[in-house]
């Protein structure tokens, strides 16, 4: 563990820088890198689920280049195996011994463009990756890079030739996030800037490495009052009991709501949790972990409508 060297005031000064610097390529989308950066500080992964040219990748891009991390992309594809992500075992005819040859899965951050492309099989092998940070291979445990961070993307409005991501594999990102259209104004702001020379290009490493691992671990310092911790497990409970929802979210998801909480709570600049972080993240954390009724949608009852009634009929504590 990295010893912790920087303020709260520290955290908020650099992932500002950050979200600047990234900001000269992804514009006017500050809500949305700001979350993809609380995802960060906590050690957690996200889901970009959008229609195709909004930016998916860039934003990808933008995060390595703008953290100083290295980066790797895989296109899943239905012929993908597993090996092509994780690495495979190679016989070397000199050493007459087997050599594991690392995949693309050993980056600090690792874009899985289209993940539902792939075969479930495929999929899955990002399992181990995402939650115990490492890859095993005929009996051998291989760690990835700290930082490790999965940014994955799916097109919503396509359903062929795609496979579904199981429930077991969707717990494993701390938010889904939606970037959306850009404005009129943005559009054309885009534009100009890409007129004559690429943005992404330009775009220049803010912090180091060790720097990333102290602003982590200064996220764990963020204080959470105890009866926000119950705040959160009766939200989430709520989930459960909803007379929409067949299956409600998990105690992970209980989890990733007061990290992410503690990192948002930090990106603001304070030392303490506030219950607005807790209502600000929990759509983007809550509504993938929930399974509405067949004939929700009939109703034009969505996941985060769900989230958000709940999050109205929750009562904040009345300490705070």
Do not use: W
């Amino acid at each position: 563990m990295t010893e912790t060297l920087v303020k709260t005031s520290d955290v908020a000064d650099s992932i500002r820088r950050i979200a600047d610097e990234i900001e000269t390529v992804i514009v006017g989308k500050r809500a949305v890198v700001e979350l993809a950066l609380t995802a960060f500080l906590c050690n957690g992964h996200v889901l970009i689920e959008d229609i195709p040219g909004v930016g998916k990748t860039t934003l990808a891009k933008c995060l390595a280049r703008a953290l100083g991390c290295v980066y790797k992309r895989v296109q899943f594809t239905p012929d993908l195996l597993p090996s092509d992500i994780t690495g495979t075992a190679i016989f070397n005819q000199k050493t007459v011994e087997f050599e594991f040859r690392e995949g693309p899965v050993f980056a600090n951050i690792v874009l899985a463009d289209e993940i539902n492309r792939a075969t479930p099989k495929t999929q899955s092998s990002l399992l181990e990756c995402m939650e115990e940070r490492q890859v095993t291979n005929d009996g051998i445990t291989y760690v990835l890079p700290d930082p490790f961070f999965v940014i994955a993307t799916e097109n919503n409005i396509e359903s062929h030739g795609t496979y579904p991501l199981p429930e077991a594999q969707l717990d494993r990102f701390l938010m889904r996030l939606s970037i959306g259209y850009p404005r009129r104004d943005e559009e054309v702001q885009i534009l100009a800037r890409q007129t004559r020379t690429n943005a992404l290009a330009d775009l220049q490493p803010v912090v180091t490495r060790e720097q990333l691992l102290q602003l982590q671990d200064a996220v764990h310092e963020i204080y959470v009052e105890p009866s926000l911790r119950e705040y959160i497990v009766d939200v989430v409970t709520a989930t459960r009991l909803h007379p929409q929802v067949v299956l409600g979210a998990s105690p992970r998801g209980s989890l990733f709501l007061l990290h992410a909480s503690q990192a948002y709570a930090a990106l603001q600049g304070r030392t303490y949790v506030q219950p607005d972080d807790i209502k600000h993240l929990a759509s983007s954390i809550l509504s993938h972990r929930i399974i509405l009724r067949p004939d929700a949608r009939h109703r034009q009852v969505f996941a985060s409508t769900v989230i958000e009634e709940i999050l109205d009929q929750v009562p904040i504590p009345i300490s705070l």
